[in-house]
């Protein structure tokens, strides 16, 4: 059974903390996804992973940043955590044409 | 850039009748992977149907199948027999194909089926 396993389902940070989310997958795709859910604005994309060491930012970066040292792992930093970074983050992963995308169970974050 | 536009915030159905769920998206590319993706409220998003743009006939699923019209950028969801289980969020996403590059999703329609 192929997997993506985000370290925390729900994590209540402080303003101003270095907050990581873990995202690991057991299906040696290329591709690795973050991605942050809003209500009423679907899914978008912070940063993508097309290899180890590689990242491209996706539309919404600012304020992230990222780190895949091993193909299994892709990890998705928030320097100093803002209120306004309170969301669902969802990680994906897919094999490098895309031709199917797999996600985690998604993180919940609270910046207070 | 590449656009994804589901213009359904929500939609309800009877159990048992047929839905259809809109997506139009914006591309000069013409090789592309379109693709519906659902997330039930338990939050593990699963992929219900994907749609290779270089092939005319459109793909189903069981109870899902698309109406894929590449010359108007269309690509809706019909879910037939809808059953409870359906009642999930529904996400309409598009990637380029032969190429690595970013999964862009619309916005999402909320489908809600009642017994």
């Known amino acids: 059974d192929v997997k993506v396993t985000q370290s925390s389902r729900y994590l209540v940070k402080r303003t101003g903390e270095k907050v990581f989310l873990e995202c690991v997958q057991d299906?040696?795709?290329?591709?690795m996804f973050w991605y942050r859910q809003d209500p009423g604005l679907g899914l978008r994309l912070i940063y993508f992973s097309y290899d180890v060491k590689m990242k491209e930012k996706g539309d919404i970066p600012e304020g992230y940043s990222v780190s895949r040292e091993k193909k299994e792992r892709f990890s998705l930093i928030l320097e100093s955590a803002s209120t306004n970074q309170t969301s669902m983050y969802l990680c994906?992963?897919?094999?490098?044409?895309?031709?199917?995308?797999?996600f985690g169970q998604g993180t919940r974050l609270t910046v207070v | 850039a590449q656009t994804v536009t589901q213009s359904q915030p929500e939609m309800s159905v009877q159990e048992a009748e047929t839905v259809t769920l809109s997506c139009t998206y914006d591309?000069?590319?013409?090789?592309?992977?379109l693709f519906w993706y659902k997330q039930p409220p338990s939050r593990q998003m699963i992929l219900v149907i994907r749609q290779e743009a270089y092939k005319q006939q459109n793909a189903t699923e069981n109870r899902f199948s698309v109406n894929f019209q590449k010359a108007a950028k269309s690509f809706s969801l019909k879910i037939s027999d809808s059953q409870l289980g359906d009642t999930a969020m529904y996400f309409c996403?598009?990637?380029?194909?032969?190429?690595?590059?970013?999964?862009?999703f619309g916005t999402g329609t909320r489908l809600q089926v009642f017994p």
């Open positions: 996403a598009f990637c380029w194909a032969y190429n690595t590059d970013k999964l862009i």
């Open positions: 591309t000069s590319e013409s090789n592309y992977y």
């Open positions: 299906m040696d795709h290329e591709n």
């Open positions: 994906a992963s897919s094999p490098r044409l895309n031709t199917e995308a797999f």
